[in-house]
């Protein structure tokens, strides 16, 4: 089946884990697009909302209600989808390599029958002759050694144990894989080694990623589009090429930006942003970010910003038009 | 049969802290089939006045354990640990007691390092009272590592991560030490506030003159924070130089990896060398380099013998076999 348009559509979507009462607002109004084969990452501290957006895709949200908006996978609404459809829909259209994957493996189960039983789930007619090409392939693609398919997961290694994960995430053909950072307790050549990967996979088998990590200096290496969020809501919407060359950027990319040291930059100097992130009970009017930022007019703390398009980004800030202005004085 | 580097003859900066041939192993396994763990192989460096000093590896190279041997949390198997001359190695009792003063530890985890129960003001005026330090007061303290006096009844579970850290550090200060080791005292913290505590650990170096072993996984940071970087590999010490010249020209084939793999935007993305995933044998059996298996300019002696320690330069040292990667012509200091 051939769709047009996107692969994913998430539009106003705002999603409360509070009470009548004291509302906590995990996500607020996020509307965000992935193309069918596109890479997109999406940025965050803790506490951003950014894991919060990849449980409602996946309808895995606990506590946390849907308030407002919707979740369109290739054209479906995800929050209509009957309990049948939407155990389909999960892995067969949309899978997940969840955050501390390496844990996700079932101790007294051998690599192989992770797999097998991944694919049966779905498709109980599937032989086993098939099941086991399909394992070798699956194997093969994620760089593990056919013999591996016997062995449990406490005989791997936690950069194989990932790359398992990964390889039962694209088990069933899904149109996009979520992925929440799916590297952060790895040692930084296997880190490399498993994008590496991902990327080769992702470019051969033409599925989309959300990848989803706090570490911007990540994204920039695998994404084509980058997100940012901060306080539950979309800051900025950029091209990859745009955030390592372009200047105009939302005062908290910018932060973010800054706040990295550069391996190879001989006058090295960084600087943090002030203050910390705020706790979603307790989120600052208008603009959450203005407390924190440095370029804070009154009309910030009034009403939350917009998306808008400027120089090829989308960024949400009441002073986008004068920011270059802004950031070229200092 | 070990080499090792004779590092103090290096330095005619004052040390404060001399590091030979520390070793640190763990028996594992039952008494009648007993296997040794070696997370820290003979290694020897030194720790100058003031100075920061990096120590990146990945998971189970022997870094924490480093860090743990030498505020003497463990006691090292052998080697010598010289702080002003003294080996404190194997001190006990009141010497150990003075001499943690002076070597004071950050965790990774704020979340965990600060008693629930205990306020910050509690937490911070202990170890005053503990050394009758009056030179200190729980303000000066937390005005130094820039933090309210607002926050000081507060509880940890009403900081932010970072303002618990800021708490971590300040009550690490109160007993004035002269070193500060750091285990990965950023790692947890949000990405935005990483720089803060960095900036603030350089700001009481240069106020209170105190020492950093700054133990990281990314040697981004440990570039940014350190004047001379360490890396380990399997519990061995495989280079130390001063920072920009260790990312300029790495000579271990493992720095080299280490360097390809770290995210750069000035860098154009080169191809990661096939090195394998293997992860480094630390049992006591263990014979030659920890990197032979991965290594790309392996040769019959790295899986035999201990590479020899090279001074390439009188700051830059490497243990490696293959002396072709750092004594090509031109590459003399």
Redesign the interface.
């Known amino acids: 089946m051939i769709e047009s348009g996107h692969v994913l559509n998430v539009s106003h979507l705002t999603v409360d884990y509070g009470n009548e009462n004291t509302p906590a607002l995990a996500l607020r109004d996020v509307s965000l697009s992935v193309d069918p084969g596109e890479f997109v990452g999406l940025v965050g501290e803790s506490g951003s909302g950014k894991s919060t957006l990849a449980y409602a895709i996946l309808r895995l949200l606990h506590g946390g209600r849907v308030v407002e908006g919707s979740i369109e996978v290739s054209g479906q609404n995800v929050y209509e989808l009957d309990s049948n459809h939407l155990r389909k829909f999960r892995w067969e259209t949309v899978s997940m390599v969840f955050q501390g994957a390496m844990n996700s493996l079932n101790p007294v189960l051998t690599v192989e029958q992770h797999i097998f039983e991944t694919i049966r789930a779905h498709d109980e007619s599937v032989t086993l002759t098939a099941l086991r090409s399909r394992t070798d392939e699956l194997l093969d693609m994620v760089e593990i050694d056919k013999r591996r398919a016997q062995h449990y997961p406490h005989q791997l290694s936690g950069g194989m144990k990932q790359r398992v994960v990964i390889a039962l995430a694209i088990a069933l053909n899904p149109k996009l894989v979520i992925m929440d950072e799916p590297t952060t307790a790895l040692d930084v050549v296997v880190q490399r080694a498993i994008l590496d990967r991902i990327g080769e996979i992702q470019k051969r088998q033409r599925f989309a990623v959300l990848f989803i990590t706090h570490d911007l200096s990540l994204v920039e290496q695998i994404a084509q589009t980058v997100s940012i969020m901060y306080a539950g809501k979309i800051v900025e919407t950029t091209p990859v090429e745009q955030l390592l060359t372009g200047t105009l950027h939302h005062p908290y990319t910018r932060g973010l930006l800054n706040a990295i040291p550069e391996l190879l930059e001989d006058n090295v100097a960084i600087s943090s942003i002030p203050g910390h992130p705020p706790e979603i009970t307790r989120l600052p009017s208008g603009c959450a970010f203005h407390p924190r930022c440095l370029y804070a007019k009154d009309e910030c703390r009034m009403s939350p910003p917009i998306l808008k398009l400027y120089a090829g980004s989308w960024i949400a800030c009441e002073r986008l038009p004068e920011l270059e202005e802004l950031y070229s004085d200092q | 049969m070990i080499n090792n580097p004779e590092i103090g003859t290096h330095y005619d900066e004052e040390s404060v802290l001399e590091v030979e041939d520390l070793t640190v192993t763990f028996a594992m396994g039952s008494p009648w089939r007993r296997k040794v763990l070696v997370p820290v192989n003979h290694v020897s460096f030194s720790l100058k006045k003031d100075e920061a000093l990096g120590l990146v590896g990945?998971?189970g190279s022997g870094k924490s354990s480093i860090a743990k041997a030498l505020t003497r949390i463990y006691t090292p198997t052998s080697g010598e640990m010289y702080f002003h001359g003294t080996n404190v190695a194997f001190i006990r009792g009141s010497e150990l007691r003075k001499y943690r003063q002076k070597v004071q530890m950050v965790f990774q985890d704020p979340y965990s390092a600060l008693n629930p129960l205990k306020t910050v003001h509690q937490q911070v005026q202990r170890p005053l009272r503990l050394i009758g330090n009056t030179q200190y007061s729980v303000d000066s303290l937390l005005e130094a590592v820039g933090l309210s006096r607002d926050l000081q009844y507060k509880l940890p579970h009403e900081l932010?991560?970072?303002?618990r850290q800021r708490v971590v550090i300040a009550r690490a200060m109160a007993l004035n030490p002269e070193i500060i080791v750091a285990d990965e005292p950023i790692s947890m913290l949000?990405?935005?506030?990483?720089?803060?505590?960095?900036?603030l650990m350089n700001d009481l170096r240069r106020r209170y003159h105190v020492g950093y072993l700054y133990i990281t996984?990314?040697?981004?940071?440990a570039?940014?924070f350190s004047d001379r970087i360490m890396v380990m590999y399997g519990g061995h010490l495989v280079e130390i130089a001063r920072s920009?010249e260790l990312?300029r020209r790495p000579f271990h084939p493992y720095t080299q990896?280490?360097?390809?793999?770290?995210?750069?935007?000035?860098?154009q993305?080169s191809a990661?060398p096939q090195?394998g995933?293997s992860?480094p044998n630390l049992w006591s059996t263990a014979k030659g380099c920890p990197f032979a298996p991965r290594c790309l300019y392996v040769r019959g002696e790295c899986t035999i013998n201990r590479p020899p320690w090279t001074w390439v330069s009188s700051t830059h040292g490497v243990a490696c076999f293959a002396n072709e990667l750092f004594r090509q012509p031109g590459s003399q200091m």
Do not use: C, M, N
């Open positions: 990945e998971s932010s991560g970072g303002q949000d990405v935005s506030i990483r720089a803060s505590i960095l900036s996984h990314d040697l981004a940071s570039r940014f920009a990312i990896l280490l360097l390809a793999a770290t995210p750069s935007k000035r860098q993305k990661l090195t995933y992860t």
